[in-house]
Structure formats: C-alpha cells, structure tokens
C-alpha cells in the first residue's frame, strides 16, 4: 500500500534548537518525494523537493531508501517557522499522497 | 502567473443548500486537483483531473459530491445538498503531470 507516515502531530521546540520532523513512506516504486508548509489559514506551499536536493529557508531532507524516511531537518529553529508541515508522495498516476502532518511550534 | 485561483475564499450555508468551489489551474498546467481538508483526517484528494477527464475520483465521498472540469482553465466542485460535516477547507491544486503541485489558498466552507 502507498502512504505517508508523520508519527508526531505536534513538535515543540525553542528557538535556536535544532528540528527534525520525521517522515516514513510506503512505495513500491521509486518514490518521489515532498515537504510542504501551511503557514495559519494559508495555502500549501512546497519547501522542498527531494530531487532537487536543494536547501530552502535552511531546511534539508535526504531521502534513506533503506530506512523508508524522509525527514526534514533544520539545525536552528526560528520562531517564523512555526507552521504545519506535510510530507507528500507523488504517485505514478500523478498525485499526492500526504501525511496527516506536523504542527511545529517554535517559542521564543 | 498568479498562481491556481479558488473562489470563494469563504462561504457559510445552511445544510440541504447546494455548494458550488470554483478553481482557475495555472495557466498551461494540464493536471488538477481537488483535495479536502479537515481536523480529523488531514488532506484527502477528493477527485484528478488529466486533460480535463477526470482519472481518480474515488477520494470523492458520495454522490453529494461531484466535480467538473469543463475546458483547460476552469473547475467547479460541487456539493448538492450540503450537510454540516462537510464543512472544511477544499483546495484546488495544479500542476503540469509529474512535476510539482501547486495549491489555491482555499475554500474555508461552513454548513450550519
């Protein structure tokens, strides 16, 4: 079955800690793989790609095919980060599979 | 571009009214999407579109739903009669197939 796992709902961390949002996927292909953002009552907007291997808002996610994961990691939480994020698979038919998502809460 | 346009931004409605979103894709985007979300179950894709056919609809939640794509710049979601648990925020997302998904910012729906 295809789905995307995001075990926390909720992270809390302070700022200038470092954040790891933890993603878990099940594909039977070569998945590919997204984060995206929800900043309060917003749209979804794409962070990053897995593809792409870039760094956005000082965000990185490496794809570990052996470990099923796919997790976003910042090494110094800023209060501006506080938002949902949702890791997403795309399918072969051309869609996205999300997690439920995590809440990340960065206090000052 | 500016981007996949929803409208309306917000809408409240009595339950048994019929409800209609309408999404404007990116312009020259082939794919469109239909997702619904709510507190208790997150995203759900409610209904694809490729070229305007419509490939997976099977996320649509019953025949109170339905959903059109009449030409390449226009889609309409439609919910006839409404009912309270359908009250959520409905995003209509595009993309050129395969590459990545871009979001409207939503329809915050409320049936009372």
């Known amino acids: 079955a295809q789905r995307v796992t995001q075990p926390e709902k909720l992270l809390s961390v302070f700022k200038g800690a470092p954040v790891e949002l933890k993603c878990n996927y099940s594909?039977?292909?070569?998945?590919?793989l997204f984060w995206y953002v929800q900043y309060s009552r917003q749209r979804l907007q794409l962070l990053l790609r897995h593809i792409s291997r870039e760094s956005i808002k000082g965000f990185t996610a490496d794809l570990n095919k052996g470990e099923t994961s796919f997790h976003l990691k910042k090494p110094f939480a800023q209060e501006e980060d506080s938002a949902m994020y949702y890791c997403a698979l795309l399918r072969s038919q051309g869609n996205l599979i999300f997690g439920k998502g995590t809440k990340l809460s960065v206090k000052p | 571009d500016a981007g996949v346009i929803q409208s309306p931004r917000h809408e409240v409605t009595e339950m048994g009214q019929e409800v209609t979103l309408r999404c404007k894709p990116i312009?020259?985007?082939?794919?469109l999407f239909w997702y619904r979300q709510t507190m208790m179950r997150g995203l759900e894709l409610l209904i694809y579109f490729n070229n305007n056919v419509p490939i997976d609809d099977s996320g649509m939640p019953e025949d109170r739903f339905s959903a059109k794509m009449p030409n390449a710049s226009f889609s309409t979601l439609k919910i006839q009669p409404s009912e309270p648990r359908d009250s959520a925020v409905y995003f209509c997302?595009?993309?050129?197939?395969?590459?990545?998904?871009?979001f409207g910012e939503g329809s915050w729906l409320t049936v009372v």
């Open positions: 312009s020259g985007h082939n794919s």
């Open positions: 594909y039977s292909g070569s998945p590919e």
């Open positions: 997302a595009s993309s050129l197939t395969g590459n990545t998904i871009y």
